[in-house]
């Protein structure tokens, strides 16, 4: 079983149009949006969930008020104001525990808590893993492995030969969880000042986890100019620019439809462009 990341560092690239177009063309595969803070594989591929999972990835303080002498002590200690009235402000409380460790009644504890969920749904391309994480929550980067361990479960009992991994933006905690142990890593990057930073920032992610990486330019035409400059980038570090897809406003119309370009209209340049694209990926996995 293969596990293939496609990323993109910044937002808009197209990244997710692209996966959701693997996801149509790839046979006997399991999807993981491990794009965990703005989940949207989800829209395109109408999931019918058949799983939830909660997700606990922090402790935040209870104060008991049984217990509790409304001494101040915890107040005055919290370095996050998470505390008013002899009530935790879940919100603010960072779960350090020093309120927990100081109080003299023992009236605080420190509980679970709930900081997002895991789905295991079915699509119309397969099974798929998503998850959502709670307003102000961070940890996304377990959450990111909670997912692939689902999916790579999944691959396992249903005998499926590929995971394909929608990665989170940035280059934290959430896309080297996304990053470690997969078999290659396809960048999806724009002809902008931005998009070839990104780029810049991945490939050297990659490589510090000696991963087979290649890049696809989104949107080339929109700047020849910055396209080249890719280019000669990745040549000049030995990356492989595999492929260049045209700008096209049938890509939205086709988003809007719930669709990906490739079930959208079959025979546009741009779906016999990612077909192509998806051949080579296959053929470097
Ligand atoms: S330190 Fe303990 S006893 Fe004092 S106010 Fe806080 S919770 Fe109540
Ligand atoms: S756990 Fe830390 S942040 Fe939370 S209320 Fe106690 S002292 Fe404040």
Redesign the pocket.
Known sequence: MKELLIISGKGGTGKTSITAAFAALADNKVIADCDVDAADMHLLLQPDVKETHQFYASKVAE?HEDK????????EACRFDAIED?KINHIYCEGCGV?YR????N??TMEDSLSGHWFVSETKHGPMVHAKLGIAEENSGKLVTEVRKAAQKIAQEQNKSLIIIDGPPGIGCPVISSITGVDMVLIVTEPTVAGKHDLERIIKLANHFDVKTAVCINKYDLDERKTLEIENYCKSIGVDVISKIPFDRKVIDALIKGLSIVEYEETSQTASEIKNLWQKVQNML
Do not use: D, E, L, Y
């Open positions: 104060i509790c002498v409304r001494c101040g002590k915890c107040i002899f309120c100081i109080c003299p009644q009236a605080i």
